[in-house]
């Protein structure tokens, strides 16, 4: 509808001053200096009812804040636009600029509400009740005090009233009134009391209805809410529209005659349909045909003028843009090509050298790694079977000879601790074989581990199956089951675990794997004694980090993350 904008300006002042703001002092510079000129114009344009001027200055205003990240003027101007909008009856447009303007609202609870009253409002005028509801709520939720709750809440009821839910609406305005939050607020109680007393009417409480009514009209004069007596009138004109022919006519001329002086063209064209109802003369359906045809001419040029000014706007900044992204990309250019001139020769050069160098390196560092690896492999076999392969075939020969194997029992003996060389042999061929990196990869990792559980050591291994070993270059699958070996080998040999716990966790561009025992732990200083230094250097061989944590009688615990 083309509403007077003082009834869109109360709505927008009574919210956004409901606390106290803090204004920030910002450094000025010419375009902002420019900005706020236009937005002073677009503010006595909109004064002055020139909508699409003011439309115009505040659309500029705006591109302009927006090029200096100022969003709580962007929001401003976002704002006023949209109720210019509503003004003129573009209510789909005007939901549409508002829309604009809430990513840059942030966490401002003022605007917030602000403009979820205004999606109400644009919503209630095309009958669109329930989101009309849902925004009011919004608006409600949002307000951080009484006194901004009660407006939505008050628009809510109307809309219920429109709606014949006539209870609701009652028990709304009735909280209200209850809350005594408009008390110093004259217009807004009005309107409240007003509302309360057409619910009442519609209700078929004729006399009750009345009586809010006339105190609504009497709060309204004496407060000169004209805008708000509008209301009062119609209400009052309809009341007696049945029954008081007279008297209906009487308040509907006092609303044309109030709505002409405000240049409120649908409240005219209101009071008009109240007229031609009460059968007051063809003079009435004349002027009302006439301002009906009108105003429709006047809202699509309106709304025409606002879009052209919003797609000249955007265009207008598309060029701009594409005008500076193109000087950019021509002076980048000319600075790259006199750059790559001078650069190319020397950078081929230093490439080079430096990559031969690196090659030369890395070749040095792989040789000797494997020349590390092979020796200490060498050693450790050399060491399992001096210390514990030699021992026990020193053992079984000396049993052999000093036992009678014709005895059942010592026969028995015999072959268990032969059953246990064997055993030994094929652990420590195992512990040193070529290690198969393809499809069955987890599942020998898996069984490997598993050889470590005895009757006195409990090994639990988690998850192995969430890691996508496919992915995996054979290298790395080649360092976590050595590494792993090693670390169940020194636990066999110095922990005496009763419980160890191997966990893998895919996460994203790494694998993590967390080895933990409750053996006996040793000094932090004891690490490299132990042959730990080994699996540090095959983990930093791949780029990965390993991570040793351990106390005297606290358990041992390692961390090891790899890039897959």
């Known amino acids: 509808m083309l509403r007077s904008p003082f009834f869109y300006m109360l709505i927008f002042f009574s919210l956004i001053s409901c606390e106290k703001k803090t204004t920030i002092l910002i450094k000025p510079d010419v375009s902002r200096i420019q900005a706020k000129l236009l937005q002073e114009k677009a503010l006595n344009e909109l004064q002055k009812s020139n909508y699409d001027s003011a439309f115009y200055n505040f659309n500029k205003s705006k591109v302009i804040f927006e090029s200096s990240k100022d969003s709580s003027n962007m929001v401003f101007n976002l704002f006023q636009m949209a109720i210019i909008q509503q003004i003129t009856g573009d209510y789909y447009g005007s939901k549409e600029t508002a829309t604009e303007a809430l990513p840059y609202v942030k966490n401002d609870n003022n605007y917030i509400v602000a403009l979820n009253n205004l999606f109400g409002i644009a919503d209630k005028e095309l009958s669109i009740y329930d989101d009309a509801i849902f925004y009011y709520n919004q608006a409600v939720k949002e307000a951080k005090d009484q006194v901004s709750k009660q407006s939505p809440l008050n628009n809510i009821a109307v809309i219920y009233i429109k709606q014949q839910q006539y209870d609701k609406a009652i028990e709304i305005l009735e909280s209200i009134l209850d809350t005594k939050a408009f008390d110093k607020f004259i217009k807004s109680k009005a309107r409240v009391i007003d509302n309360l007393g057409f619910a009442y009417f519609k209700k078929g409480l004729n006399e009750k209805g009345l009586q809010y009514m006339n105190e609504g009209l009497e709060l309204r004069i004496k407060a000169d809410d004209f805008y708000g007596s509008l209301e009062s009138y119609f209400h009052l004109s309809e009341f007696y529209s049945k029954n008081d022919t007279k008297k209906s006519n009487d308040y509907a001329k006092k609303a044309y005659e109030i709505a002409t002086k405000l240049n409120s063209v649908d409240e005219r064209l209101r009071a008009l349909s109240f007229l031609i109802s009460g059968n007051s003369g063809s003079a009435y359906a004349q002027k009302y045909i006439s301002i009906n045809d009108s105003i429709v001419k006047i809202r699509n040029n309106f709304k025409n003028k606002f879009a052209k000014i919003k797609y000249d706007s955007k265009k207008e900044k598309d060029e701009n843009q594409k005008l500076r992204l193109e000087n950019a990309e021509n002076e980048v250019a000319l600075q790259k090509a006199d750059i790559q001139k001078i650069l190319f020769l020397s950078g081929f050069i230093i490439l080079s050298i430096v990559l031969f160098f690196v090659k030369k390196n890395h070749q040095s560092k792989t040789r000797a790694v494997k020349i590390k690896t092979a020796y200490e492999t060498e050693t450790r076999i050399a060491k399992d079977i001096h210390d514990e392969l030699a021992n026990d075939v020193f053992n079984t020969i000396t ?3 000093t036992q009678a194997l014709e005895i059942a029992n010592v026969k028995e003996t015999l072959i268990q601790k032969l059953d246990h060389i064997y055993a030994r042999v094929r652990g ?26 005895t009757n006195n050591t409990n090994v639990i291994i988690n998850s192995i199956e969430k890691i996508n070993w496919d ?70 061989a791949i780029k990965g980090t390993i991570i040793f944590d351990t106390e005297p009688n606290k358990g041992f615990k390692v961390k090891i993350t790899l890039p897959k």
């Open 399 to 401: 049993f052999t000879q």
């Open 428 to 453: 420590i061929s195992r512990e040193n074989n070529d290690i198969d990196t393809a499809a069955n990869f987890a599942s020998n990792l898996k069984d490997m581990l598993s050889t470590y559980n």
């Open 471 to 540: 992915i995996i270059d054979d290298i790395k699958k080649v360092t976590v089951h050595r590494v792993l070996q090693e670390l169940m080998v020194n636990m066999k040999k110095h922990s005496q675990a009763s419980l160890v716990v191997v966990k893998f966790d895919n996460t994203g561009k790494s694998i993590s794997i967390d080895y933990t025992d409750n053996g006996k732990g040793c000094e932090k200083e004891q690490i490299i004694k132990n042959g730990l230094q080994n699996m540090e250097n095959r983990i930093m």
